[in-house]
């Protein structure tokens, strides 16, 4: 079982920057697959940017490209999300996922996940 803790939420203006963290227990994070999902409400949760177990392969939304960067560090389990030029749209709550299976991929749809943290909170006001 891997239990996956969010933090580095908060209320920002718009263009402000935020780091989000992702910590999880376990031995075998370096050969997860990591993503970070938002879910703002009244709407469904959105795939927002994912990494390979070995941070080689990165993918993004289109609504965040060139904005916001996931890396990761398998020393400290941990894998983050820096978001820059932040817009009142990107106002949601995010999660980060696990997904256990094996190869250097990426993974964009919520389903292919295993584990899941509680979400951070993030506002940008205007």
């Known amino acids: 079982q891997v239990q996956l803790v969010e933090s580095g939420g908060g209320l920002v203006q718009a263009g402000g920057s935020l780091r989000l963290s992702c910590v999880a227990s376990?031995?075998?994070?370096?050969?997860?697959?990591m993503g970070w999902f938002r879910q703002a409400p009244g709407k469904e949760r959105e795939f927002v940017a994912a990494?390979?177990?070995?941070?080689?392969?990165?993918y993004y939304a289109d609504s965040v490209k060139g904005r916001f960067t996931i890396s990761r560090d398998n020393a400290k389990n941990t894998v983050y999300l820096q978001m820059n030029s932040l817009k009142p749209e990107d106002t949601a709550l995010y999660y980060c996922?696990?997904?256990?299976?094996?190869?250097?991929?990426?993974?964009?749809?919520?389903?292919?996940?295993?584990?899941w943290g509680q979400g951070t909170q993030v506002t940008v006001s205007s």
């Open positions: 376990g031995r075998t994070f370096s050969s997860y697959a």
């Open positions: 990494i390979s177990w070995s941070g080689g392969q990165t």
């Open positions: 996922a696990a997904n256990r299976r094996g190869g250097n991929y990426v993974y964009t749809t919520p389903e292919v996940y295993d584990y």
